[in-house]
């Protein structure tokens, strides 16, 4: 079993930043590719950025250059999960989520097996 929690989300003016942590934890969390999905009212959940172990990383078109994804494994059963977001946009606001799956990154939420319980990211024009 995997537990995610998410945390750094807030209200933010366009243009700035924010960094969200997902604190992972559980069995050989090191195998699990990790990612960062997110959700606008009226949206379908949307993939932004996926880390695995290697760590290989990719990401939506519509964050690239902007948000970075990254991962400390300080022991095998605890990761901590970074998104740091710059040049922040109204558009980017929504409720953001990690996720978890064995080994290899995916970016639709159905291939996720675990989540965590969101975290609000607002940002103001």
């Known amino acids: 079993q995997v537990q995610l929690v998410e945390s750094g989300g807030g209200l933010v003016q366009a243009g700035g930043s924010l960094r969200l942590s997902c604190a992972a934890s559980g069995r050989t969390i090191s195998n699990y590719a990790m990612a960062w999905f997110r959700q606008a009212p009226g949206k379908e959940r949307e993939f932004v950025a996926a880390v695995n172990w290697g760590p290989i990383t990719n990401y939506a078109d519509s964050v690239k250059g902007r948000f970075f994804i990254s991962r400390d494994n300080p022991r095998h059963t605890e990761n901590i999960v970074y998104l740091q977001m710059n040049s922040l946009k109204s558009e980017d606001t929504a409720v953001y989520y990690c996720?978890?799956?064995?080994?290899?990154?995916?970016?639709?939420?159905?291939?996720?097996?675990?989540w965590g319980q969101g975290t609000q990211v607002t940002v103001s024009s």
């Open positions: 996720a978890a799956r064995l080994f290899r990154t995916a970016m639709t939420p159905s291939d996720f097996d675990f």
